[in-house]
């Protein structure tokens, strides 16, 4: 069975980076078609950020963080990466990794209900 584990969360300054990591372990993240990245702020609904395929390396991003915003994966590392840039307050959320093996493309697959494992967040904080 697939196991998620998401690292690099914080706090930070509005402006700041950080770069979050999905190291997965029981399976390769490859045997899965889409690994996403979800947030959940407080009293906010989850809600995807951006996804990667593992056939071809597309990707999809959520309007509100196009542009500041890079998801990545190493499948020699079997992990897969977000860096976030230009951090600001909105962005403040418990940051979960999710993994299905749906067909779809990520632009598709947008909701939770969609993806079937699941890591145990990492808080991100950004503040002055």
């Known amino acids: 069975q697939l196991q998620l584990v998401e690292s690099g969360g914080g706090v930070v300054q509005p402006g700041g980076s950080l770069r979050l990591s999905c190291a997965a372990s029981g399976l390769t993240l490859d045997t899965y078609n889409i690994v996403a990245w979800f947030r959940q702020a407080p009293g906010k609904d989850r809600e995807v950020v951006s996804s990667i395929t593992a056939s071809d390396g597309s990707t999809y991003y959520a309007d509100s963080v196009k542009s500041r915003f890079t998801i990545s994966r190493d499948n020699a590392k079997n992990t897969v990466y977000l860096q976030m840039n230009g951090l600001n307050p909105e962005d403040t959320a418990v940051y979960y990794c999710?993994?299905?093996?749906?067909?779809?493309?990520?632009?598709?697959?947008?909701?939770?209900?969609?993806?079937?494992?699941w890591g145990q967040g990492t808080q991100v904080t950004v503040s002055s």
């Open positions: 999710a993994a299905t093996s749906r067909t779809g493309r990520p632009w598709e697959l947008q909701y939770e209900y969609e993806y079937d494992y």
